[in-house]
Structure formats: C-alpha cells, structure tokens
C-alpha cells in the first residue's frame, strides 16, 4: 500500500526518524536503510511516499522516496502552531525552572552543566532561534 505523509523529525546520524501520513493516524517510523533516495532529501517538512509495514514495534515505512510534485526537499515545515520557538535565553530559563521543580536537591553546578549541554544541543538543532 503507498501512503504519503510528511517527516516530521529525521536525524540523519542516528539514521531514523518519522513521518505523519497524510491520511492520519499514527506517526510512522522511517529508517535510514528503508529509503531509496539520498538521506540529505529527508528533512522536516518534506512529502514522502512509503509502504506501510508492521514492524517490531508498530507501524514502520518502507521504500521512502520524495513524493512527486514536492516543490523543495529543503523547504521547513508550515508553522502549525503547534509549540513556540524560543530564544536561547528564553530556553535556557525554561530549562532551569524544569529542572528546579522536577529535582529541587539539584546543586547550582549540575543546572550550568546542564544547561550549557541543552543549550548547545538546542542552537545545533535549530531549536532555538539565536
């Protein structure tokens, strides 16, 4: 069965990610050795076709490729309103307030190591803007 979806989160690194199928339901898994296209082609936000396949743990796509008509294999995904983009500095006091109320105990030095981590992984993945 070809479905189409768009990815909604891919690392290329770790090789996987998943995409929201066009007809609903639940997000599927995508694995780098499943798609028969360039890795660099799937980003978030890109329309995709796949086979649907039950895998070990749910439903996982198959023989990914860019769907015909996808207008940019590099275009971001429409704002869907869905979650606020932050500052650096507005994720970081994020960050500190979860901490603080999920682990009260946790020392001054384990926040900034902390936060400096978070900080660095968030500006590398373009989850904050700078």
């Known amino acids: 069965m070809v479905a189409t979806?768009?990815?909604i989160r891919f690392d290329a690194v770790r090789g996987?990610?998943?995409?929201?199928p066009d007809a609903g339901?639940?997000?599927?898994?995508?694995h780098v050795n499943d798609l028969v296209v360039d890795k660099s082609l799937i980003t978030p936000g890109v329309s995709v076709e796949f086979d649907?396949?039950?895998?070990?743990?749910?439903?996982k796509a198959a023989r990914v490729?860019?769907?015909?008509?996808?207008?940019?294999?590099?275009?971001p995904p429409a704002d869907d309103g869905l979650c606020d983009i932050l500052t650096a500095r507005e994720f970081l006091q994020e960050?500190?307030?979860?901490?603080?109320?999920?682990?009260?105990?946790?020392?001054?030095?384990?926040?900034?190591?902390?936060?400096?981590?978070?900080?660095?992984?968030?500006?590398n993945h373009g989850w904050v803007e700078g």
């Not at 649907?52 to 439903?59: A, F, H, I, P, R």
């Open 5 to 7: 979806g768009r990815v």
């Open 16 to 20: 996987y990610g998943f995409v929201a």
């Open 25 to 30: 339901g639940e997000d599927v898994f995508l």
């Open 52 to 59: 649907v396949e039950n895998g070990d743990k749910g439903l």
């Open 65 to 75: 490729a860019v769907a015909e008509g996808a207008r940019s294999a590099q275009r």
């Open 95 to 123: 960050v500190t307030e979860a901490l603080l109320s999920s682990a009260p105990g946790i020392t001054g030095e384990q926040i900034v190591q902390i936060r400096r981590h978070l900080g660095t992984l968030a500006v």
